[in-house]
């Protein structure tokens, strides 16, 4: 793409991979391949880790303040904890908060720019697939805290 920064085409790349990565532990996690689905989740982890480091280096370099700065603390965390989970999910937010941000900068240099029904189905289609996303975590976490519950015990 001629006249696009790198960085505006790294977060819908970024949006992409984390999400398939994090869509193929799901399928794993279901097939009840959790050694698979781990593995997934970690990769979507360290993908998402190595663009933050990467935004985060770039907006020290150039004396920016950065809230990238928290997506590496949760995105270093998440694994540390045993959460791989969790930061493939971190990894997603970030990816797509980084393609919305590239789609408004692009939109931002073009004169006189604006929505078109297109930007509008799209973005729905980024805020759904978050919404599915974080349902997915809400139904997972549930899922995990009821295991705590004993046996007849009521939550």
Request: net charge negative; glycine share 10%.
């Amino acid at each position: 793409m001629a006249g696009v920064p790198a960085q505006d085409r790294a977060g819908p790349l970024l949006l992409v991979v984390s999400t398939a990565l994090l869509a193929a532990g799901g399928v794993a996690w279901w097939l009840e391949a959790a050694p698979l689905a781990d593995g997934a989740w970690l990769a979507g982890t360290l993908v998402g880790l190595v663009f933050a480091l990467g935004t985060t280096a770039r907006a020290l370099h150039e004396r920016r303040p950065t809230v990238d700065v928290i997506a590496v603390l949760a995105l270093v965390g998440a694994p540390a904890v045993g959460e791989p989970f969790a930061g493939a999910v971190i990894a997603v937010m970030l990816a797509s908060g980084q393609a919305l941000e590239a789609r408004a900068s692009a939109r931002a240099r073009l004169p006189d720019a604006e929505a078109t029904a297109d930007d509008v189905v799209e973005l729905r289609r980024v805020l759904y697939g978050l919404y599915a996303v974080l349902r997915l975590h809400d139904a997972l976490e549930r899922e995990s805290a009821a295991a705590l519950v004993p046996h007849g015990a009521t939550p």
